[in-house]
């Protein structure tokens, strides 16, 4: 279905080409031979060959192959056991994540007593987000690098913090609904031993310590670190084995051969997509919807966040990550720059809701391979995701207005930002799940979610925007005042 979307996109740009210029205002696109666009589409450096396909060729294809080492190696059990956060920055698919993690992860949260339906809800939104994770993220990621022009290790550091504060609403959501249905954890003798863990598989966290450190401390490029993490896994794995078994040359050579078969159809978006850059570059389709954008609303930086969140959903409804992006990040990304939004901030918007897409209705495909799995009603997975996912959509819009919250500006303020983010994810996480200790309805609900939106806005939002923080923080704490001496004089009676 994606790549059907994507090929029915580049074949109207084709036919918007061709007949562009008889359209009207800033639609008006040049006059273009139809031989000329052929030549340019398939050899032009800005098209078909161009930064998508070689990204996904030379950059994607390492880290591809890393994560297929991982799994000849016996890793991606083991880090499928850490959470589908790991997993989903080597896969760079929210939908292979559900669908190499869910199969171990929905069981088990259904046997703990969660309904299949929030079971399967919990894995998508998990496992969507693993494309936003630090250090590897998705494809996406990559692409975004060489469109800003900055190194690779610029975006994975901007990325940090986005991150850790949608891992964390979704830890606190669960939290709260496992405590809000009486749900305990897995018992003692279930669990794996520590020891036994840390033994069997010490050393898969080196070669992606391996790869950071290349990444950020010696500026490497991306494909250098990853093919070096690779080759140092494969040694040890060699050397060492996994669970009392070595890895053998034939599953090395297994596993170079699959990465051919998983990067085709990553290779031919990246060719499509790149042949659509081609099209809005050689009509200039791209200046216009960006003097159109902002002509429609009236330059205004909220109102142009909204379309463009809105724009990039229903864009992923029919489109994978990448495919999203390349176009948003060629539409859209001027227009918000152009409105003061930073570019990283710009890019890192578009990214996210392109890939919050997977958990939207009515096609939230992360949604709907999780809901397979656990045997769920599909639809209400879907809607049940949205909700578990409430603090992913509102997120985007505070980094693109506090450059504190992608690691910009002075420590003390990007630490308060940060602990007031989390404060105020946790207070709307209360309200929306309507639980503390007790159940938690009417009015107390919707004060603890005005306290967690005032929470979440960061200081250097706006002027005066440390005010907000001060009103959340106060109605936060008079309602978890209320709530302690609540259950303190219960028990007490």
């Not at 199969?103 to 939104?125: D, N």
């Not at 009103?471 to 004089?489: M, P, Q």
Request: glycine share 10%; net charge positive; aromatic share 10%.
């Amino acid at each position: 279905m994606a790549g059907f979307s994507l090929v029915a996109f580049t074949l109207g740009g084709v036919v918007y080409a061709m007949v562009g210029h008889h359209l009207p205002g800033v639609f008006q696109a040049r006059p273009v031979d139809f031989t000329r666009l052929l030549v340019y589409l398939n050899l032009d450096t800005n098209a078909l060959l161009g930064t998508s396909l070689q990204i996904a060729i030379i950059v994607v294809v390492p880290f591809i192959l890393l994560g297929n080492v991982l799994g000849r190696c016996g890793g991606s059990a083991k880090v499928a056991v850490v959470g589908s956060s790991l997993f989903g920055m080597i896969s760079g698919s929210a939908v292979a994540n559900v669908t190499a993690v869910g199969v171990i992860t929905i069981p088990l949260m259904k046997r703990s007593g969660f309904p299949a339906q929030i079971a399967a809800a919990i894995e998508a939104v998990g496992s969507t987000g693993g494309q936003l994770m630090p250090p590897v993220m998705g494809a996406a990621a990559f692409l975004m690098a060489e469109v800003l022009q900055v190194p690779y290790a610029e975006v994975m550091i901007a990325a940090i913090i986005p991150a850790f504060l949608y891992y964390l609403a979704l830890f606190l959501q669960v939290d709260v609904e496992a405590a809000k249905r009486g749900i305990a954890g897995e018992p003692a003798e279930r669990l794996p031993r520590l020891a036994a863990v840390l033994k069997s598989g010490w050393y898969f966290p080196i070669p992606f310590a391996v790869l950071v450190y290349a990444l950020v401390a010696l500026n490497w490029q991306a494909e250098y670190a990853a093919l070096t993490a690779t080759a140092l896994l494969i040694g040890l794995s060699l050397a060492f084995g996994y669970k009392g078994s070595r890895i053998s040359p034939k599953q090395v050579f297994t596993a170079i051969v699959s990465t051919g078969g998983a990067v085709v159809d990553l290779i031919l978006i990246c060719a499509v997509a790149g042949m659509f850059i081609g099209i809005l570059n050689i009509s200039g389709l791209a200046f216009g919807m960006t003097l159109q954008l902002l002509a429609i609303t009236g330059e205004s930086l909220a109102l142009m966040l909204v379309v463009t969140a809105l724009m990039a959903i229903v864009l992923g409804l029919g489109l994978p990550t990448v495919g999203v992006y390349i176009i948003m990040a060629t539409l859209i990304a001027p227009a918000l720059v152009k409105v003061g939004v930073a570019p990283m901030a710009a890019h890192m918007f578009l990214l996210y809701f392109g890939i919050m897409s997977m958990v939207t209705p009515p096609v939230a495909l992360s949604a709907f391979a999780a809901a397979n799995i656990a045997g769920a009603d599909v639809d209400k997975t879907g809607w049940t995701a949205t909700r578990i996912g409430w603090a992913a959509y509102i997120v985007p819009f505070l980094f693109a207005l506090s450059p504190s919250l992608l690691m910009r500006g002075d420590p003390l303020g990007i630490a308060w930002a940060v602990a007031t983010a989390a404060l105020g994810l946790w207070l709307g996480t209360i309200g929306v799940v309507g639980y503390f200790y007790r159940p938690v309805a009417g009015w107390a609900r919707a004060a603890f979610i005005a306290a967690g939106v005032l929470t979440l806005i960061p200081a250097d939002m706006f002027p005066g925007a440390i005010v907000t923080d001060i009103v959340g923080i106060a109605l936060g704490g008079a309602l978890l005042a209320r709530e302690f001496y609540d259950r303190r004089r219960a028990l007490h009676i």
